[in-house]
């Protein structure tokens, strides 16, 4: 029967989040059952809570960084077991036929793939509910382990703003000896800088604020750059193999075209709004650089990441909250005060279902 559920939920764009109980749909024989240990709080939970995108259906409950124990398991579940330690992302289902399903990227599936919240389930058409909760079921398709020695709280938003950055660092292939530029340094940023590190190449982190210099550093940057400041672009000119951009606003482009050499690629993974100013097409067609992006990775992917980020001791660096200070994480996340990722200790949200 349907499992009560806890949770903190939008009940409409202009209201806080409060707390709500809904009940979370009869597990299917694939589904693993999953208590919430942590969650992650990403920019596109605050997006969904304010309708900023126009097509949130109330109420919704965010979160698609959830690190959890396995309380039980479907008939058909082959990979998990009660006790184990697992994690969920942003995608809990997609089509599993087309091309992009059988080839591990789920995230392309052709049919659309269905979000962690937000999305209409493909089997009963009732709305998918996040991570601000205390339980949640999913398919064990949709489901990676969490390593052995992983940090769990700053292992949860690894499922997002460590995927969506290495994901197109091993798509386009970033390996040693290559020169990445990583642009911004907020959530995805920092993690650009530490992947791009570890998988062995020199690093520079550009910057509009002279005061992230000795804090992207410190994050393992080899270089910064004040892209404010002329004389430092146009000393970097024609020097990267790569461009990491993490800037989630519209911004110029060009001038980091500018820093590319030539077959250099500029990688847009945090804007979602329309190039302005336009693209010069100068700044493609005389050097071959290429623009290109990337939304998230596959379920192969999520795990690879997981266990790379293990291997080479990388961590998310966070900040732990309790679920009722969530209004108050947003309202930073928006004034840009955080560094890098609030994380909710979903213990905090025992004393509402008490």
Known sequence: MPTQTHSYAAHAADKPLEHWQFERRDPRPDDVSIEILYCGVCHSDLH?????????????????????????????????AEGDLVGVGCMVDSCRECEACNDGLEQYCLNGFTMTYGSEDRHDATMTQGGYSNFVVVSERFVVKMPDGIDLKSAAPLLCAGITTYSPLKHYGVKAGHKVGVIGMGGLGHMGVKLAQAMGAEVTLFTRSQSKVEEAKSNGADHVVVST????????????????????????????????RYDGTHILVGVMDPIEPPVTGMNLIFKRRVVGGSLIGGMPETQEVLDFCAKNDITCDVEMINIDTINDAFDRMKAGDVRYRFVIDMESLKQKAA
């Open 229 to 260: 400041d002329e004389d430092q672009m146009a000393a970097v000119a024609e020097t990267f193999d790569f461009m990491l951009d993490t800037v989630p606003v519209a911004h110029d482009l060009n001038p980091y075209l500018n820093c590319l």
């Open 48 to 80: 969904f809570a304010k309708n900023d995108w126009g097509f949130t259906e109330f109420p919704i409950v965010p979160g698609h960084e959830i690190v959890g124990r396995v309380t039980a398991v479907g008939a058909e579940v082959k990979n998990y």
